[in-house]
């Protein structure tokens, strides 16, 4: 089960491998790839290159849970939207890495970071801002600010990035984006995007000859996992998710 399924609208599990040389972009070598991606998961059909030259296979997008697997430049994505489980993203995810060596020529020295990212979507037609700054403006700096006669937020988005080791090649980097603009607040209209909070475990720099994507990419699901629990669960989401069950 996936256990952060209950704790906002929507849920995702994010692989980026971002890498220092380009990556293969001949027309070959790309469905290959992909082609071999959709024989592991055969309901990801739809294929298509953006205007930027990415190229995304993902599932159909108007189900609950859906797959999508692009290639950048210099990036290597996956995602899974509201997995089942996180085990079932992971599968998907190692895939990607599994094939990269060989079919895209990326190895553990052409990697300039990696990202295991958890995303949460919080549904909420309204001021994100105000909304945000309730739940977390706590503090005589940003209460002051916000007490102030007349005011209404405008921009409250926090995020925070930490260091793991000693070295700083391992960080971790919590952001909250929110989706409200200056003329939605002037008109009291507000669109229908949510308010998402980012929390990545990133490893930066080169790996050993001898090291496996796989498993780094296992650490920072890990580490991530660790830290979730221990920091953001119940003083993130679980206070965000009050805040507009009180609107």
């Not at 030259?53 to 994505?77: H, N």
């Not at 995303?119 to 977390?136: I, P, R």
């Not at 003083?235 to 609107?247: D, E, F, T, W």
Request: with cysteine; glycine share 4%; proline share 5%.
């Amino acid at each position: 089960m996936n256990p952060y399924a209950s704790m906002a609208d929507d849920t995702f599990v994010n692989l980026n491998l971002n890498t220092e040389m380009p990556l293969p972009q001949q027309r070959e070598t790309v469905l290959e790839f992909f082609g071999r991606v959709q024989k592991s998961y055969p309901s990801m059909r739809n294929f298509f290159a953006r205007e930027t030259g990415d190229f995304v296979l993902e599932e159909d997008k108007d189900q609950p849970a859906y797959r999508w697997m692009s290639l950048e430049t210099k990036r290597i994505c996956s995602g899974f939207v509201n997995p089942p489980s996180i085990d079932e993203a992971m599968k998907q995810h190692f895939l990607a890495l599994d094939l990269a060596p060989y079919m895209l020529s990326v190895s553990p020295l052409d990697c300039e970071a990696m990202d295991f990212l958890m995303g949460f979507d919080f549904a909420y037609k309204g001021n994100h801002d105000e909304l945000v700054a309730e739940a977390f403006g706590s503090g005589s700096l940003m209460e002051s600010l916000l007490s102030t006669p007349g005011s209404r937020a405008l921009k409250f988005d926090p995020s925070i990035t930490i260091s793991l080791d000693e070295t700083c090649r391992r960080q971790c980097r919590l952001s909250i984006e929110t989706r409200t603009n200056a003329y939605q607040v002037r008109r009291n209209d507000f669109g229908e995007e949510p308010i998402s909070v980012y929390f990545t475990v990133r490893q930066y720099g080169s790996q050993a000859h001898d090291s496996s994507l796989s498993a780094t990419f296992n650490e920072l699901r890990e580490a991530a996992e660790t830290l979730l629990q221990e920091h953001v669960v119940e003083q993130v989401l679980k206070p965000l998710a009050a805040a507009i069950s009180r609107r």
